[in-house]
């Protein structure tokens, strides 16, 4: 199994990858599945705005795309001052999967939230009428 370090590292290399001509605001994502497994993602953008895809969400469609629908962690990484933080779309997604650690990185570190923390109650009580 890879470690953070080394998940990191992927994600920036992803970041690489960012089509972002339009906010000229690149992400790179790493996300490691059950399996051990590595898919990276990179933000793609879209002259319309509203159909761009976040690196984490690019991952995600990657992931499941192969095979995989259980994972461990994702890495999201830019070039921001504070740890770069996902959209609210991202962690529904990431919710839909159980994502259970998200590792936000700058240039300068790492900060690790769980799911429950940055999407609380994210899935209670949809679809549970009485
Ligand atoms: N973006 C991501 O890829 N992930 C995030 O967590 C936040 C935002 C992208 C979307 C868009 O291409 C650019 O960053 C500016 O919002």
Redesign the pocket.
Known sequence: MLTDKELIDIAWKAREQAY?PY?E?Q?GAALLAENGQVFPGC?V?NISYGL?N???RVAIGAAVASGNRKFEKVV?V?DTKEP????GA?RQVLAEFGVKSIILANREGAVIFSLEELLPRASTGILDRP
Request: hydrophobic residues 40%.
């Open positions: 972002a906010s605001f992400v933000n953008e761009t976040c690196a984490e999201v830019a770069i933080s996902p959209c991202c």
